[in-house]
């Protein structure tokens, strides 16, 4: 059975840094793409960055470029999201995703990991 | 930057046929699909590569794309249905989503 486990959120200050993991199983972690997404409260999802296979390609959400960083640890199975420089607008359920690079959809998403940001 | 745009609401009655439409620019041109989300629970994938179910997902569940337009189709609605939706293109090596809608089953 696939399974993303979302960990790291929490309450941090503007400015502030946390980072979020994901640790899956259930499948061949190092030959899928994987993504965060986010939601908002009460809003809708937003796709926040992705990363290849082996680590060598990443892309964000232009809202979080030069202070988010996606990474992966394929022999821990495990995906990171290094978040710095927090702002209330980052406020969210963060999700990670398994991303199918045939067609791209994302098709097992973790349960999520609250991050609020407020002084 | 490339955006899609969905209904905010869509009200259906039980047994009949609801149309979920979401438009883009050319967005016939590529793979979208489709996600299912209740009340705190996270996103389900319900369609992919335009008309393809996973596992699990019930007949009732269609998918078209051609145009600008892409449309998931629940036929006979149950209460179940109930649910956010969105849809979901790729566009520069970057996920889209679109704004949601809210089915209402009534």
């Known amino acids: 059975e696939v399974q993303l486990v979302e960990s790291g959120g929490g309450l941090v200050q503007p400015g502030g840094s946390l980072r979020l993991s994901c640790a899956d199983s259930g499948f061949t972690f190092s030959i899928h793409w994987m993504s965060w997404v986010r939601q908002a409260p009460g809003k809708g999802l937003e796709w926040v960055a992705n990363?290849?296979?082996?680590?060598?390609?990443?892309y964000y959400v232009d809202s979080v470029k030069g202070r988010f960083t996606i990474s992966r640890d394929n022999a821990k199975n495990s995906l990171y999201l290094q978040m710095n420089s927090l702002r209330a607008e980052d406020t969210a359920i963060y999700y990670c995703a398994r991303c199918h690079s045939s067609s791209w959809y994302h098709d097992y998403w973790g349960q999520g990991t609250l991050v609020t940001v407020s002084s | 930057s490339y955006e899609l745009t969905q209904p905010p609401s869509v009200s259906v009655s039980p047994g009949q046929t609801a149309s979920i439409t979401c438009s883009g620019d050319r967005l016939g041109d590529k793979y979208a699909c489709w996600y299912q989300q209740k009340p705190g629970q996270s996103p389900v994938l319900v369609i992919y590569?335009?008309?393809k179910r996973p596992s699990g997902i019930p007949e009732r569940f269609s998918g078209s794309n051609s145009g600008n337009t892409a449309t998931l189709t629940i036929s006979g609605t149950q209460a179940m249905d109930e649910a956010d939706y969105y849809c979901q293109a790729w566009d520069s090596s970057t996920a889209i989503f679109g704004g949601g809608t809210k089915l209402t089953v009534l």
């Open positions: 990363i290849k296979q082996d680590g060598s390609e990443k």
């Open positions: 590569q335009d008309n």
